[in-house]
């Protein structure tokens, strides 16, 4: 790739050797949890069944069921058949559950709980001894287990008993980013590092392929010394290989492309905050990373901060640096880039299959690209933007990659990127997307996108669907230059502005948007209220022709597939901001989706 957002590497050779350090955890002389069982496992019938077994379903990420007993025709008879709400204050309000052979795994908290997926009972629970204050998203299922996580430690459970993995870790419990750091930087990190107190915690579920886990890091409001993916053996913890999204040394592969672009200033952020997607044709391993830290203050990162802001391949094997592409250059606005990557394959013009990824932003734009290559599907034109700004030593990147379609002409964003007010003093106030803020005056920029929750990809209608938000936010910046310092509690966002504020005079929507990957035309469009301007839920595709998406004003939406068309609603009595997922138990579909601290699970009579 020849453009300065992209580039596409060659292989290496060298390979890290496979360690296992699990020096530094907790002493195995005592329990690391306490499991309780209250119910029997499902009864379990010659009726079909299908499982739901990561956050996005599959290695794609394509939140796509080829389950269709739900569908255009029967959509009318969906109604709540069961629900199971947990303790006030345990957030599980972006959790996906999984569904292994009728029994449904989440996160509650320090805790992992098993219910029956078809009656709501509970089966077990499992309590960690250690609560990290920690924002979950769901499990991974792989091998009879049942992976969580808790801080920067991964976890392993027995599904059926719940009972932890003893073998895996220190008592099931594995300490998996401080060993990764102690492996990649052994004369830097001791092995008493709690990594924890650098800012580092596990907020997605690791994705799993033959007897291995990939695991992203983050926070990069923490201040962290770069994001980490890594690699460890699913039944022993032992690493396999790390990669840092913000080389820090040369010896860090990816340094001689991200080196100088970080100047000699800080090199921090760049978490990875979601699921990982897997291509096991092309031997890749595809993640997003998030922004670079100050968020808003980028006078001590000179330069386009790489890996920031950007999708990356890497070598599945090895963890070596195939390609990647910067979405956002030195990003001044927290713009990360937080969506888990889609796989997906379409016909293009010339009748030639596209093996694509997809990754949807919250500057409201998708970025399409072939996956082998890390070349755009379109046209991505580098758009000049405003650089003016008063923050003290700050240098604006003069350029963005805007994607454009098929016919030349910049693709249709998925959310507003600016905003148009009622009220004429603050209009004055609005400036377009890329306006960096400002140290003395409120500027209202277009702040929505797309969150947590990932896009979804139908075969069956050949459609990317995109949730995004309608939102502002105004702000004044406060200037940090280089005295931001690693942190837990991710001060850094908060340290870094001296008002924010959301706009009464602009009310936030949420939008689905469904995508022709090979033209980048906008197929259709549906716009629904919100209460806030804060996105999460992503939605998910069925081969009933549904799309069902939630809405944090507690509405619970289905729609046509392939016309948009609204067929289903139904309003919880909480805000929704999960994304939802299917499963089938002896030959009955179910559909499922979290509102606030509920689980509310759904079925034809």
Known sequence: MTSSSGVRIRPFAAVLTMVALIAGASSAAGQQGRTTTRGELPNITAGGQTNWTSHNLDLDNSRYSALDEVDTDTIGGLAERWSYEVAAGIDIAQVTPLVIDGVMYFHAGPSVIAINA??????????????????????????????????????????????????????????VVG??????YPDTYPPTLDP????????????????????????SEGHIPGGLVIATDAATGAIEWVFNTIPQRPQDDGWEVAADTWGDGQRAGGGVWTQ???DLDLGLIYFNTGNPSPDYDGSARPGANLFTNSTVALDLETGALRWYYQAIHHDLWDWDHVTGPVLFDV?????????????????????????????PINPMVETLMPTESNVPGEVVYPTQPIPYNARGVQMTPFCATYVHLDDPELQAQSRPMYTPYSIEEHLIVAHGGSSFGSPAFSPRTGLLYVTGKNAAVSMIVRPLGDSLEPGPHGDGHSAN?????????????????????????????????ALSPIGASGNLATAGDLVFQGADDGAFYAFHAETGEQLFRYQAQRGIRSSPMT???????????????????????
């Open 347 to 375: 016909t293009g013009a010339d009748g030639e299959t596209i093996r694509g990824v997809g990754s949807a932003g919250k500057n409201c734009l998708l970025y399409l690209w072939d996956r082998e290559t890390g070349e």
């Open 179 to 184: 060993m990764a750091l102690q492996t990649k």
């Open 583 to 605: 499963y089938q138990v002896n030959g009955k579909q179910y559909v499922t989706v979290i509102a606030t601290n509920t689980i509310l699970t759904f079925a034809l009579p």
């Open 276 to 278: 990982p997607a897997i």
């Open 118 to 175: 078809v009656t709501g009972e509970e089966v077990w629970s499992l309590e960690l001894n250690e609560a990290r204050r920690n924002r979950v998203r769901g499990p991974t299922y792989a091998e009879g287990k049942i992976y969580a996580y808790n801080g920067p430690s991964l976890v392993a459970a027995d599904a059926k008993t719940g009972e932890l993995v003893e073998s895996f870790g220190d008592g099931g419990v594995l300490p």
């Open 196 to 219: 924890h107190e650098l800012g580092y915690r596990i907020t997605a579920a690791p994705a799993y392929h033959d007897g291995t886990l990939y695991v992203g890091a983050a926070l």
């Open 497 to 529: 502005f001296e008002e924010l504020s959301r706009i009464p005079a602009y009310t936030p929507t949420t939008t689905l948007t469904a995508y022709e990957p090979a033209s980048g035309e906008e197929a259709w469009q549906a716009v629904f209220p």
